[in-house]
């Protein structure tokens, strides 16, 4: 798995769930915070509804902007199907914490595509590993105030997993420092909500041990 | 851009730290050189570096233009570094393939201070090619620095232009994807303060480009170049680190030096390599390539794509007569993007040591998941004006090809209409590179006898377009152009263009060009207009000479930032339920008297799940075996696919689903209720109404005038069309139920009626039609004359019948039919129908009277009754007229007219008339009389009520002699209405969905390659002979299967399957609806559903 403190995380989505927001945050934090970060992702297409993948390498002294397959430390998949898309990247000790509003492409309606039922998608990706977390952060964006916010949801959940060598707080300014008034409170809720989610699920599932 | 504490991207602050995108850091570089001059076609993975340029250039008092395409674009760089200020020219790399020109001329002059950014895509992740950038570098003598991260990227940028000065050469920064798009904190430098002012020397033995001059120049590139070579091993970007003892040595340009670099690290095995790290491919580190080649024996080349550099340290070995083994491309791939994980599998093998991982682990279950991932291709935004553009275009290819059997060639283009090649919208036939559509058009035009339809952007217009619409009118290609105008360049992130600069009034009309350059027919329409684009299409495709149609509406995305600037509500569209038909019953479902779910169970069949089919029928029809073998199909006359070749063999499949599905039967019952209903008669209706008021939980009891239940099922049909047993066992269901059933009891005689209606709460009379209607002939009472519902009974309660040689069947139903092949079964020689019409107006199944023709019944036709021959009271012949066909009558067929003196007379002893069959309603004492008319029993067609309080009637009875599934319906009926008689409730409300009606569905069926329908297969005529075998084998299950496939699925999905909208979306109650989070409410789904179902929400 990962060398020294480095730590790999894949974000993967649908085009317009704010998969690149996501990551641009997160490396803003880590920045603030001292730690070296290296991402990529792919733009431009992806806009047009196709699948997202960005990835952060935090910490470490690694030049490839591009997590291994077998490598990964987190994924976020702030769409389902996506998670399964990026299986390859996963190992035993990976963190999945998957999103399980579903947003389903134009393909199934027009009959040339199915889509896995949310059981199959989480039974494939326990072949893999055993920590696998489950939120609605579409719910909780609703809740926080803007179902946009998803993206932030899912932020607060990754931060909720204690891997991060980035503080909470630090996360919390790059958001406010690129949300202003009632949108930054409401991505910092949207955070908060995530965050408690994955802390929650962590606890119960340490004490079911 | 991202901001730590306040720097930015133009601070001035050496040695801050900025977390920024691949292609931000190399704008930076520029900065720091102290570019002045900017010049770039938009291009992914390039686009970001200009668009930060752009954005900054007023601040730093730069110059930067968005160029109409890449060739304009280096020559205004070009210009700029002639004039001595430095310069830089920004493209992806198929954009170097358009600059190449000037790019030959750039290098053979000797410009410095000019750097050329070529950005590649390894991966084509938004390209149609992978072309590797530094050999058309190498081709020109074009130095290449290839960074392999953010940081020196920006360094290398920086640096450029100091390195094309001293050495009086364009130099080209070799970017890819990974880099342009990769986000790091990166170190900043200084910025230069070095403003020049552009001046012009005269210098034309070194810029006019005579073949003298560059002859000189060509000279004179190739010295610049054996210098550059000799200094670049003492650039910082090349590097070699060597380690004791190693056996194994990577050398490694770009980004593959990061993925050479992480592999190494992650198998541990940093001590035991060297590594030569490269920055510039071109020219090779000579010196520091000899360096590591004579230090170990073998080498791993890790390189991207081409192998370029792995090439040229073959010639250093070569040259320098260097003894090593040098592997590259026998282990890493050609194509597509390179890996850690590629490289660590390299060194595996050479080094003999364990890839880090098992790669074959994670192979096996990403293979295992593949099935399981959704087709999520990118598509346009929706609003997307593209879709409406390309949607009129595949109408006007469709009626047009309808019309005059020519399918038009249509060409596509790069752009965000590129989108629109996948389905549904399959817009392109080729598509090849910018402007390239127009350009093939022409080409298609003189060669293929269709017309052609060629489609671009506004922004390829300008850069591409243009040469070849003129070149369309100049040799007279007769081809249809349309311009798909959004007002931006939208694939690479909305960059202006000549016809959308910002300001209306410098804007440069697309049809101002075309009429210019003589195009006679030129029209702009409004995108959203689809009546009226696709009207001007049509013309335009017919119109003799190049045409060119401009779709002109604002792309969606913009639309929406200017109405969030403005103020301006969006309103999605909203589809109203009611009128939508997705999911609503089809043609076969909408006819069916059951409204069985005929596209549900066919489309399970379609996946072999036989027991699921089985159960969906279950669910409205309890008598599958039975239907599956009897019905009279009118879903089959409906059937959509019989506007291919034939209809679905639906009944044959019900047929399937009964013999291979499996079914557990429930028995339960609703609460039992204390009221008792009575039902007159074991037939269809009687039966099904038996069945649901009992599930229902009321006492039910059916009186049954004949020893056996099933009505004609049991006594009119023969055993070789529906076996006994399959009829019993499916009918005992009812008895399982706990209905009473009492058999050999006439109602009338064993049974008063007045009785009935005493002691039960409700009546249904479902007595049927079983007294044959007479032939109304002269001697139709002598002996030998016989009614062929009568003959049937005997022969299927076991009497025995008199066998002759001849008999002649009067009639053209089912009954004739069933009465002919009886006859023939029974020993009968000579069996003739005899019918007044012709062979299309026979009432009887179709396959029933080829079956019966097989088996040796003759057919006589257009023959018409006149009387009976008999000789001493028996029968001795049949004298019929030949009959023509008039006008029709009021069963709507054609009457049937005698032909004057056109008599003959058919030997016979036996005469069997199937004339049609009327109801023994002498039961009906009293008051009951009073619903009599006509010699039917009258109900009301709604509610089933004859007008006697409780009394209801249903069937044959009442309609006369008609089918089984409508009888079945009727009986259905009736136990809605006593169900809601019993409770007090209106009788007649909500009940229209139980009447058959016509789905107004409308389904496409153009374009569908026939096939067969699938033939049942039968008994072998010659093993049918004196016995009631069943004749109908049923399908096999590969073959019902099969069959099952030709169903159309019939359904409205003409929104989602013309558009393919992402803001279009199936609803839990199979509607369609609309994504209001998606939608901007550009109403074209509106435009195109024919039932009127999508409006403005509110």
Known sequence: MAKKSEINIIICGTGGQ???????????????????????????????????????????????????????????????????????????????????????????????????????????????????????????????????????????????????????????????????????????????????????????????? | MNKVADITITSDAPGARLFMLGNEAIARGAIEAG???????????SSEITNTLVGIAGELGMYAEWSVNEKVALEVAMAAAISGVRSLAIMKHVGVNVAHDPLMSASYMGLGGLVLISADDPGQWSS????????????????????????????????????SEEFGQIFMLRSVTRIGHARSDVVLGGISKDKRKGKFVKDPFRLVCLPANFRNNRRLVVQRMEKIKKAVDELPYNHLTLKEGAKLGVIASGISYGYALEAVQWMGLEDKISILKIGTPYPLPAELTKQLLKSVPEVLVVEELEPFVEDAVKVVAKDEDIRVKIHGKDLLSLV????????????????????????????????????????????????????ASVYAINITC????????????????????????????????????????????NGFAHVVDAPVVAHLGDSTFFHSGIPPMINAVYNKSDITMVVLDNSTTGMTGFQPHPGATGDETLDIKIEDIARASGVKFVEVVDAFDLPKLIDIMEKAIRFEGPSLVVARRLCSIL????????????VPYEVDPEKCLAGSPPYCQAVCPLHIDIRGYV???????????????????????????????????????????????????????????????????????????VVVGGGPAGIMAAYDLRKAGYKVTIFEALPKLGGMMAVGIPEFRLPGDILSEEMDIIRKLGVEIKLNTRVGKDVKLAGLKKDYDAVFIAVGAHRGRSLGIENEKVDGVIDGTEFLYKVNTGEKVPVQDRVVVVGGGNVAIDCARTCVRLGFKDVNIVYRRSRTEMPAIAEEIEEAEREGVKLTLLSGPNKVVAVDGKVTGFECVKMKLGEPDESGRRRPVPVEGSGFVIDTGLIIAAVGESPDLDFMTGDMKSAITDGLIKADPVTLETGVSGVFAGGDAVTGAATVVQAMAAGRKAAVSID????????????????????????????????????????????????????????SKEDAIKEAKRCLSCDCRICINLLGCPALIVDENGKAAVDDTQCPGCGVCAQVCPHDAIKPGA
């Open chain 2, 35 to 45: 570019v002045q001059v900017v010049a770039s076609y938009p291009g992914t993975p």
């Open chain 2, 559 to 570: 639309d929406a930032r200017e109405k969030r600037k403005t103020g301006e509500k969006v």
């Open chain 2, 980 to 1035: 809601r008689y019993l409770k007090g409730e209106p009788l007649d409300t909500g009940r229209e969905g139980e009447a058959v009606f016509e789905s107004k569905l409308i389904v496409d069926t153009w374009g569908i390659a026939p096939e067969a329908k699938a033939e049942v297969p039968t008994l072998p005529v010659a093993r049918r002979n004196g016995n009631f075998k069943e004749v109908e084998l049923g399908l």
């Open chain 2, 603 to 677: 489309g399970l069949i379609k996946e072999g799940k036989f027991d699921e089919a089985l159960a969906l029928i279950k669910q409205t029809l309890p008598f599958p075996a039975i239907i599956g073998r009897i019905c009279t199909r009118p879903c089959e006359s409906k059937c959509k696919r019989s506007e291919v070749e034939e209809t679905v063999a639906i009944n044959v499949l019900k047929r399937a689903a009964s013999d291979y599905g499996k079914y557990k039967d429930d028995y339960t019952i609703a609460a039992e209720k204390k009221e008792k209903v």
């Open chain 2, 128 to 163: 149609q090619n992978e072309q590797d950038n530094r050999l058309l570098a190498r081709q020109a003598y074009v130095p290449v620095l290839e960074p392999c991260s953010a940081q020196e990227a920006k360094d290398m940028m920086a640096d450029a232009f100091r390195l």
């Open chain 2, 398 to 441: 469709r009626r047009y090809q309808q019309e005059t059997g020519k399918e038009p060639v249509k060409t596509g283009d790069i752009g965000c209409y590129a989108l629109a090649a996948n389905p549904p919208l399959n817009s392109d036939d080729v598509a090849i590179c910018m402007g390239g559509s127009f350009g093939l058009a």
């Open chain 2, 336 to 387: 597509g993007e390179l890996s850690v994980r590629q490289v660590s599998e390299a060194l595996s093998g050479l080094v003999g040591v364990e890839p880090p991982i098992d790669f074959a682990q994670i192979d096996k279950i990403r293979a295992e998941t593949q099935e399981l991932l959704p087709l999520r291709p990118p598509t346009m935004c929706a609003g997307c004006p593209h879709r």
């Open chain 1, 18 to 209: 704010g998969v690149v927001l996501l990551s641009e945050l997160l490396g803003t934090a880590a920045v603030r915070d001292g730690v070296a970060v290296k991402g990529s992702e792919v733009l431009g297409m992806a806009q047009r509804g196709g699948s997202v993948f960005s990835n952060l390498r935090l910490g470490g002294d690694v030049i490839a902007p591009m997590t291994p397959e077998g490598k990964c430390d987190v994924l976020i998949a702030v769409e389902p199907s996506e998670a399964l898309r990026n299986i390859q990247y996963l190992a035993k000790n990976s963190v999945v914490v998957l999103n399980t509003t579903t947003v389903l492409p134009y393909t199934v309606y027009l009959g040339s595509s199915g889509y896995p039922e949310s059981k199959d998608i989480v039974d494939r990706l326990h072949e893999v590993t055993d920590r696998v977390i489950t939120l609605d952060a579409s719910g909780m964006a609703k809740q926080a105030g803007s179902l946009q916010a998803a993206n932030v949801v899912m932020l607060g959940a990754l931060f909720g997993t204690g891997l991060m060598p980035i503080t909470e707080e630090t996360a919390k300014e790059a958001i406010l420092s690129r949300f202003k008034a009632k949108v930054g409170e409401i991505n910092i809720k949207a955070f908060d909500l995530g965050y408690e989610a994955v802390q929650k699920a962590l606890k119960s599932a340490a004490g079911k041990r």
